[in-house]
């Protein structure tokens, strides 16, 4: 078991590592910007595949906000990326923790000098620097960059983290001094009972009737249970100032005074994230997109489960609550009974049916008919499966897309059939239920294509012959502008997606920065641009088959 977190920081805090930082403890924590500390999404709440490493906290929708180094330290980490985090920053504190502040719309004072710097050396918009304490010392305040919205974020924020240096855990910031007002009980939406498996896709489930949403303290009406059963629920909590719906902090099971299960997230490892999608009921996820958050270990009897003997009754008490201690608590009176009156009886094994295969997680396993090949790397399954694959007129078509996978497996198609002309635009697809279809990203190589998906479904060959668009958004072709203060391109790919683009002035390379959200390229007047003159503008976009367009044109500055 991990030290608690407190006693951590007592003990990390006295160590001072970094010469130009300002020694502090947590409890001396300067919030991150001046404006009123608003959540759209705390720590540790479920996001797809993955926890929520931090505090989202709101910036008036708006964009431009000062961001302040919470604790002294210096910049050890710059990343910039039209995807994740965007524009972040990675700051290291003597305390032996690090602080992230992502989304960033632009970075500030010597921090912004560098990134620019770095990208024109490397003649790339994305770039990663990692980098020591004497190259960029803050201090406690200081403006580090303005609060945006790049990378893959839906709305204008800041995402802000604390991590533990050595480890690299996220650590949750509401315990270590960036607190909201909160006087808001969690609020459970649904609840799920469960009986053990053998495989995800044949789940035993059932929805607990009671009135809902609840919150406070409240209870159904008496549910039967035969033979071992577990609890799930959908639930979230809000904090002052938004109606957001976030995650909840802690959460306990007891049946009568016996603990069955306990957990509250002060902090977590972000190998824990491979696990994720077997803490949730993953089948129920891909239907609904609703999240039940399982209240028991699937492969542990001894964590969340319960049994009761035939007319017996008890109570089941289930507690959420947040970090200010705001209670959420609910009985649910059960009664042992006989499988017929319960939810199920336990699921038998039954002869594997024709097609089926039985997939082993700790043993690789690899399918080959025909031009099809499939690889599936050992430990990528959470557990044992059992897999329809094989081949269709159209394609091939691999397990079920409600069955998690912790890594990629390889599919691999032979191109003998496919027509020599038509090769260089074929790539691999994945089909959705309702007739979609999902590129995927695919290489070539000795006459095959090679693609990696951590995604179970229906796959097939399709082809992309159509190059991306390119087209101004802010000027025209040949305009003469008194000021160049930027120019903006909108880009776009009807099929496999946009895979690289460079822009031009004057044979010299220029700074694109690509927002996907917007699909737009954006060039901001620098030293290339510094005098009047007519200048040649090119931008090249390429999509993931390889279909290029250049767009060209002359613009002259006037002034």
Do not use: C
């Amino acid at each position: 078991m991990r030290l608690p977190v407190i006693i951590l920081w007592l003990g990390i805090f006295l160590v001072a590592k970094n010469a130009h930082a300002t020694q502090t403890s947590y409890d001396t924590i300067i919030p991150p910007m001046d404006i009123p500390l608003v959540l759209a999404g705390n720590f540790a709440e479920l996001r797809n595949n993955h926890f929520h490493a931090g505090l989202d906290i709101k910036t008036q929708q708006r964009e431009g906000i000062p961001v302040r180094a919470v604790l002294g330290g210096y910049v050890s980490r710059i990343k910039v990326s039209p995807w994740g985090y965007g524009k972040v920053i990675y700051i290291t504190h003597p305390n032996q923790t690090t602080t992230v502040y992502a989304h960033l719309q632009k970075f500030s004072g010597p921090i912004e000098k560098y990134v620019y710097e770095q990208q024109y050396t490397a003649e790339s918009f994305e770039i990663e620097r990692f980098l020591t304490p004497e190259q960029l010392p803050v201090t406690q305040g200081m403006i580090i960059g303005l609060s945006g919205n790049t990378g893959s974020s839906a709305a204008p924020h800041l995402h802000f983290e604390i991590r533990d240096t050595p480890s690299a855990d996220p650590l949750n910031p509401a315990e270590l001094g960036i607190r909201v007002n909160d006087h808001t009980p969690p609020m459970i939406q649904q609840l799920w009972l469960y009986e053990p498996w053998n495989n995800l896709d044949k789940i035993k489930k059932k929805q607990i009737p009671m009135q809902l949403p609840q919150q406070g303290s409240w209870t159904t009406s008496e549910v039967r249970i035969s033979g071992p059963a577990a609890l799930g629920l959908v639930g979230f909590d809000r904090q002052e100032g938004a109606a957001n719906r976030n995650g909840i902090y802690g959460y306990r099971v007891k049946l009568g005074n016996r603990v069955l299960y306990e957990k509250t997230h002060q902090r977590f490892s972000f190998s824990d994230d491979a696990q994720f999608n077997y803490l949730i009921d993953y089948p129920q996820y891909q239907k609904t997109r609703s999240m039940v958050r399982w209240l028991f270990a699937p492969n542990d009897q001894k964590q969340g489960w319960f049994t009761l003997a035939i007319n017996q009754r008890d109570t089941i008490h289930l507690e959420v609550w947040d970090l200010n201690g705001n209670m959420t608590h609910g009985k649910i009176p059960v009664l042992g009974t006989v499988a017929e009156h319960g939810i199920s009886p336990p699921w038998v094994d039954a002869t594997t049916q024709k097609g089926h295969e039985i997939i082993h997680p700790d043993r690789p396993w690899q399918y080959q008919s025909g031009s099809w090949q499939i690889n599936i790397p050992p430990n990528a399954l959470y557990e044992k499966a059992e897999l329809f694959v094989g081949e269709k007129k159209s394609g091939i078509q691999i397990g079920n897309p409600q069955i998690p996978l912790t890594k990629s497996l390889s599919i691999t198609k032979k191109m003998d059939s496919i027509p020599e002309e038509k090769k260089r635009f074929a790539t691999l697809i994945r089909t959705t239920d309702k007739g979609g279809r999902v590129f995927i990203p695919t290489t070539k190589k000795n006459n095959e294509l090679i693609a990696w998906t951590k995604t179970f479904g229906t796959y097939q060959v399709g082809f992309d012959s159509i190059a991306p668009s390119i087209q101004p958004k802010n000027f025209v072709r040949q305009q003469k502008l008194p000021y160049f203060n930027f120019l903006t391109f909108k880009i776009s790919d009807m099929g496999s997606g946009i895979q690289s683009y460079r822009g031009t002035i004057n044979g010299q390379w220029m700074l694109l920065e690509y927002e996907p959200k917007k699909a737009q390229l954006t060039y901001k007047a620098d030293h290339l641009v510094d005098a009047a003159g007519t200048y040649e503008i090119a931008v090249e976009v390429m999509d993931e088959v390889g279909n290029k367009t250049v767009f060209s044109t002359q613009i002259t500055k006037t002034k």
